[in-house]
C-alpha cells in the first residue's frame, strides 16, 4: 500500500530557530505539493513540484520559507527564522501530475508549534 | 479564481442513514476536477472521491457518491448506509485541470455519526 510519508509527525521548536520537513511521495508520482493548514486559513497551498521544478510558490512567504526538491524520493519545506504564526499542519501530496486526471495523494502530516 | 462553500459547519447523523454533504463551487475555468477528502481526528487527508466537470455520469466508490449538478455548480457527497467510522471532517475541493494545479478547498463539515 503506497503511501507518503513526513517526517516529523511534531515538531515544538522556539521562535527563531529553522525547522526542515521531509516528504517521500509515492513511488512513480511527478507532482509534489506542500500545503499548510491552520484553523483561520483552512488548507492552503504553499508550493508544488513537477519533475523536482518548482511550478507555484506564490502560497509560500518567501523571506523564511523555501521548498526544494532534492531527488525525485525527497521534498523537503524549510522555515529560517520560524514564528508563532507558522504554527500549523503541514501536509506533502503527491500525484502522477502532467495527465488530464489524477488524484493528489496526501501524507499524514507535520503538526509544528512555534513557541 | 476558484471558490469552494461548504455551508453546514457540523452535522449528526444516525448510524446506517445516508448523509449527503452539500458542495457548491465557483470557476471560470472550463475544464476541473472535483474532490471530496475525509479527515478523521487522527489528521490525515483520505481521497475518497473524484468527478470531473465532463464526466457524463456521478462518480461512485463503494459507499460513496457524488450528486454532481453542473447546472447549479453543485457536488455534494452522499454516503450511504453511514457508519461509526465515518465521523470526521469533509473537504470539498476543486482544481482546473489546466494552469495551475492547486487543489482548493471549502471550509469543510464535522460529520459525527449517532450509535
Known amino acids: 500500500d503506497a503511501r507518503v510519508t513526513q517526517t516529523p509527525r511534531h515538531k515544538v521548536t522556539e521562535m527563531g530557530q529553522e525547522v526542515t520537513m521531509r516528504c517521500q511521495p509515492i513511488l512513480g508520482h511527478n507532482t509534489v505539493f506542500w500545503y499548510r493548514q491552520t484553523m483561520m486559513q483552512g488548507l492552503e497551498l504553499l508550493a508544488y513540484?513537477?519533475?523536482?521544478?518548482?511550478?507555484?510558490d506564490s502560497g509560500m512567504p518567501k523571506d523564511r520559507f523555501s521548498a526544494e526538491m532534492p531527488d525525485a524520493t525527497l521534498a523537503t519545506l524549510k522555515i529560517q527564522p520560524s514564528e508563532p504564526r507558522d504554527s500549523a499542519v503541514y501536509f506533502c501530496?503527491?500525484?502522477?501530475?502532467?495527465?488530464?486526471?489524477?488524484?493528489?495523494?496526501f501524507g499524514p502530516g507535520t503538526r509544528l508549534t512555534v513557541t | 479564481a476558484q471558490k469552494i462553500t461548504q455551508t453546514q459547519p457540523g452535522m449528526f447523523v444516525q448510524e446506517k442513514e445516508a448523509v449527503t454533504l452539500d458542495c457548491t463551487y465557483d470557476?471560470?475555468?472550463?475544464?476541473?476536477?472535483l474532490f471530496w477528502y475525509k479527515q478523521p481526528s487522527s489528521g490525515e487527508m483520505i481521497f475518497l472521491i473524484y468527478?470531473?466537470?465532463?464526466?457524463?455520469q456521478n462518480a461512485t466508490e463503494g459507499r460513496y457518491s457524488l450528486n454532481f449538478q453542473k447546472a447549479r455548480k453543485s457536488a455534494n457527497l452522499v454516503i450511504s448506509a453511514s457508519q461509526l467510522g465515518d465521523s470526521a471532517m469533509y473537504f470539498c475541493a476543486m482544481r482546473p485541470n489546466f494552469g495551475n494545479e492547486k487543489l482548493t478547498f471549502g471550509t469543510g463539515t464535522r460529520l459525527t455519526i449517532i450509535p
Open positions: 470557476t471560470s475555468d472550463p475544464s476541473y476536477g
Open positions: 513540484f513537477r519533475n523536482r521544478a518548482p511550478l507555484d
Open positions: 468527478q470531473g466537470s465532463y464526466d457524463q
Open positions: 501530496a503527491s500525484g502522477s501530475g502532467g495527465g488530464l486526471v489524477y488524484e493528489q495523494y
